[in-house]
């Protein structure tokens, strides 16, 4: 499996960015295709996934409301749309593809993309 990140960068409080993960060589048809993200000094945490079994989507409570994730099955892509960006939300965020029936524990990642930086400030 390979996982290709793109988007990110700079954003303002407030604003918006959107994220993109094209995923290739998925051969198991039971998977969670998401995000986790990382922050200096802080574990890498989980913020939202999509369940290819029956296409529910996975929030973690402090983006809950802020965050959109969506799949587009044709480009094998899967993006997370982030409004009303925070300061706090400046991380690292990678994506990631787990078998495993939940979402949060990076222990259960099978295979990380190779992260891309974003960083909200005025």
């Known amino acids: 499996v390979q996982l290709v990140e793109s988007g990110g960068g700079l954003g303002q409080p407030g604003g918006s960015l959107r994220l993109s993960c094209a995923a290739s060589?998925?051969?198991?048809?039971?998977?969670?295709l998401g995000w986790f993200r990382q922050s200096p000094g802080r574990a890498r945490e989980g913020v939202s996934s999509?369940?290819?079994?029956?296409?529910?989507?996975y929030y973690a409570d402090p983006v809950k409301g802020r965050i959109t994730i969506s799949r587009d099955n044709a480009k094998s892509t899967v993006y997370l749309i982030m409004d009303n960006l925070k300061p706090e939300g400046t991380a690292v965020y990678y994506c990631?593809?787990?078998?495993?029936?939940?979402?949060?524990?990076?222990?259960?990642?099978?295979?990380w993309g190779q992260g891309t930086q974003v960083t909200v400030s005025s």
């Open positions: 990631a593809i787990s078998y495993d029936d939940s979402w949060g524990d990076a222990q259960y990642i099978a295979t």
């Open positions: 060589g998925i051969i198991i048809p039971n998977y969670r």
């Open positions: 999509w369940n290819s079994y029956d296409g529910s989507k």
